[in-house]
């Protein structure tokens, strides 16, 4: 894999901050648009822009066939049996509200199970929380082992014949642990319960394949995967979206619409109300042809070193914390003794080096390690050895500054 | 940009603040009023406890976690409203928040230390952090 070549692509990454050349490792919050991208959405609004499914103009059947296009390549990318299967949405979140409200508060009553795991960003704890209440069915959660990582023993105690829904991250955004999804769906199924996966963090780095994960529901957003914002997708296996309801009503995702009543139409358009995100499809399309150019496989490879080149480099300096396990996901979270994360970003920000500090949206896993906020650095395909050792050294500084006041 | 630009955030009294905070510590008494407060973006969090006798601030005190900016900021704050009335106390609140955009004041109240946070208008990410303990003041005495 030619970095160079790849940073190239990514014009934003050839800019000074505070008087240093950028270094970003803040790619598990939103990872940087490549050329092809900016370039697909630029050809969309100079030259194709239309609303899709109605127009009978040329425009109309060009902005639909790219919007279906793009669909199309998320079926491939993520290996899901049909088209149908595949729903665009604004983005993760979205697309865990849509699975619950639309499916879990129709088929949970009152002592039946959600599980979900303490290692869950914000966006797979309160929707299932607000479910919960809604319905009576109680959360559960699936206990974590020292190195943050989960045991299947504990999946198996955990889930029961009560439990309808299991709701777990595939790569978790503070630990870096990379979850068994195909035993948990398996454990999830030998329940009767169906298995949802927050994918967000686990798409942009590594090949998924739904058939061979043969998980239920699996959401996961553009932005964290060289495309835009606002994008995202809901993947679902057919029979159950069948069942699903829709959450938003209104023009596109109907079919006949009556005085008193209404149909819809059929999947996955019945859940696309409104004008959908076409520009932000198309370039989640072009995003994929990017990142299946470089290779999915290089991508894994080339992240993982980078993590583990981190995570040594980081070892090295004196009174650092390290969360998470050894065998980890592209990122390294840590603190550092009396300085606080913020601190610490503040004083990497002013050497152009952008990392991210706080509870990354994982308050109850925060409250599990125990710390109020964390540092996190995070890699991407772009990201080289030698910015990890301008962070390592970055480190050293802060140490210093905050050392020199502390005597 | 460089390090030494960290000094007109970082400057020392905020760093003698941090590392020796002043009324630190609430009082289990359950006298006053207890304002909990927190910035949810960043995870920090400042519990302040507010003694107000005939409309004037008699004691502030707070506990809470976060970085030096948000913890030296609540620990000036406790030292420059008490024995200020509720009037003079929200006017210094309001007084903080133009300094947070960079307004030069000019004031008769005594803000003491506070002036030395005057550098953090210049780091905006970090703004909500110096704002936390005012916030909750403010909160505390509209609660009288």
Known sequence: MDVKAIREMFPILDQEVNGHPLVYLDSSATSQTPLPVIEALDKYYKEDNSNVHRGVHTLGTRATDQYEGAREKVRKFINAASEKEVIFTRGSTTSINYVAYGYARKILQPGDEIVITPMEHHSNIIPWQQAAKATGATLKYIPLQEDGTIALEDVKATVTEQTKIVAVTHASNVLGTINPIKEIAKIAHDHGAVLLVDGAQAVPHMKVDMTDLDCDFYAFSGHKMCGPTEIGVLYGKQELLEQMEPVEFGGEMIDFVDLYDSTWKELPWKFEAGTPIIAGAIGLGAAIDFLEDVGMDNIFAHDKKLAAYALEKLKSIDGISIYGPEERGALVTFNIEDVHPHDVATVLDMEGIAIRAGHHCAQPLMKWLNVTATARASFYLYNTEEEIDALAKGLLKAKEYFGNVFK | ?144
């Open chain 2, 1 to 144: 940009m460089s390090l030494n630009n960290l000094d007109t955030l970082y400057r020392q009294v905020i760093m003698d603040h941090y590392k020796n905070p002043r009324n630190r510590g609430i009082e289990e008494t359950g006298d006053g009023v207890t304002v909990d407060m927190n910035n949810p973006t960043c995870g920090d969090r400042i519990r302040l406890q507010l003694k107000v006798e005939e409309g004037v601030v008699t004691d502030a005190r707070f506990e809470g976690e976060g970085c030096s900016i948000s913890m030296s900021s609540a620990s000036m704050m406790t030292q420059a409203v008490k024995g200020k009335t509720i009037e003079d106390a929200l006017k210094m609140s309001s007084l903080f928040s133009d300094m947070m955009l960079g307004k030069e004041i000019d004031t008769d109240l005594e803000m003491g230390d506070i002036e030395a946070l005057q550098g953090v208008s210049k780091f905006p990410a970090r703004i909500k952090c110096a704002t936390l303990a005012w916030k909750a003041m403010e909160k505390g005495v509209k609660r009288q």
